[in-house]
């Protein structure tokens, strides 16, 4: 699997939007780019993922760059509840079973 | 709701004691994974079982073990918990391969004392 790079740390004032980057420069073709946030002392969540197009559910919106080396998670209208920790993952499938290898992520602190 | 189930949140042991951490899914998904999740620490994968087959991480001690007598429960068992196996561990399932979103459950946080 591919190997993340992410800010160890940002901040976003509450109610603007929150911009995530990570760099995936040895991203396979065959290779999806996850996203997971775990809030302190809980499981890892479940955000979003994407191929090579952009993606946006009710969480956030995942921007993948045409060469597909790195992307953005964007959450639209940062709460406190949204701090956390959040882990970019670029994830290959095996036929097998899979699995995927978190990179140390980014802190994202929501202030007031 | 369908959920990853661990129990107990917290465990503590003693040194060199077994000890051994459930988990248990109502999604009946195929693979079931363990990750340590050290303070501080991203999470770092143990093993996983497709279905009834077992993938071994190359980097994990022969310390950790693995059970999974259904599809819905599967087991962690420490053999001899050292000071240094003081982590959250979790739980998590996917539906299949890895390109198939990961829930996690909430995780137990093992001391050794």
């Known amino acids: 699997d591919a190997k993340t790079t992410q800010p160890p740390s940002m901040d976003c004032a509450e109610g603007r939007a929150a911009n995530l980057p990570c760099n995936h420069s040895?991203?396979?073709?065959?290779?999806?780019v996850y996203w997971y946030r775990q809030i302190h002392s809980q499981g890892p969540q479940y955000i979003i993922h994407?191929?090579?197009n952009n993606e946006t559910n009710e969480m956030a919106s995942l921007i993948i760059t045409e060469d597909r080396k790195s992307s953005t998670l964007i959450l639209p209208h940062a709460t406190l509840r949204d701090t956390a920790v959040y882990y970019c993952?670029?994830?290959?499938?095996?036929?097998?079973?899979?699995?995927?290898?978190f990179g140390d992520g980014t802190t994202l602190t929501v202030k007031p | 709701d369908a959920m990853v189930i661990q129990n107990p949140r917290y465990q503590v042991t003693q040194f060199g004691k077994p000890v051994t951490l459930s988990c248990s899914q109502t999604?009946?998904?195929?693979?079931m994974y363990w990750y340590q999740q050290k303070s501080s620490q991203a999470p770092k994968l143990l093993f996983h079982?497709?279905?009834?087959?077992?993938?071994n991480e190359a980097d994990t001690p022969d310390n950790f073990q693995s059970r999974r007598p259904n599809t819905s429960f599967c087991f962690l068992d420490i053999r001899s918990p050292g000071l240094g196996d003081a982590a959250m561990y979790l739980c998590?399932?996917?539906?299949?391969?890895?390109?198939?979103?990961?829930?996690f459950g909430p995780g137990t946080r093992l001391l050794v004392l």
């Open positions: 994407g191929l090579k």
């Open positions: 993952i670029v994830s290959a499938y095996n036929t097998n079973a899979g699995k995927s290898t």
């Open positions: 040895t991203i396979s073709g065959n290779e999806y």
């Open positions: 999604l009946n998904h195929n693979v």
């Open positions: 079982y497709y279905d009834k087959d077992f993938n």
């Open positions: 998590a399932t996917s539906r299949d391969g890895s390109r198939e979103t990961q829930y």
